[in-house]
């Protein structure tokens, strides 16, 4: 599976980004997605998840409430939408597919994408 995140950019605090995931390669309907982000400094932590039909969704604590993950498995892609955004979500996104199950950790994950900045000014 080849992954090509997109929709990274600069907002302010309080407004809201989409993030997509282009997949292509292996039958992408069959993966669990995930979206997991890196500050400076920081280590790549878990954003969000959901399996492979779309029917399950999972978040971390700090993004539940503001951040939506979906699918559409006839296009391919998978979406990170984000709303009232805060200085404390900048960081480096990444979506990354995971078969056959969702996971929060990244070790399980097997493709990743190259990434798309996100900085939230205050």
């Known amino acids: 599976v080849q992954l090509q995140a997109s929709g990274g950019g600069l907002v302010q605090a309080g407004g809201s980004l989409r993030l997509s995931c282009a997949a292509s390669?292996?039958?992408?309907?069959?993966?669990?997605m995930g979206w997991f982000r890196q500050a400076p400094g920081k280590e790549r932590e878990f954003v969000a998840a959901?399996?492979?039909?779309?029917?399950?969704?999972y978040y971390a604590d700090s993004v539940k409430g503001r951040f939506t993950i979906s699918r559409d498995n006839a296009k391919n892609t998978v979406s990170l939408q984000m709303n009232r955004l805060e200085p404390e979500d900048t960081a480096v996104y990444y979506c990354?597919?995971?078969?056959?199950?969702?996971?929060?950790?990244?070790?399980?994950?097997?493709?990743w994408g190259q990434g798309t900045q996100v900085t939230v000014s205050s």
């Open positions: 390669g292996r039958i992408f309907s069959s993966y669990a």
């Open positions: 959901i399996n492979w039909s779309g029917v399950a969704t």
């Open positions: 990354a597919a995971d078969y056959p199950g969702v996971s929060n950790r990244s070790s399980e994950y097997e493709y």
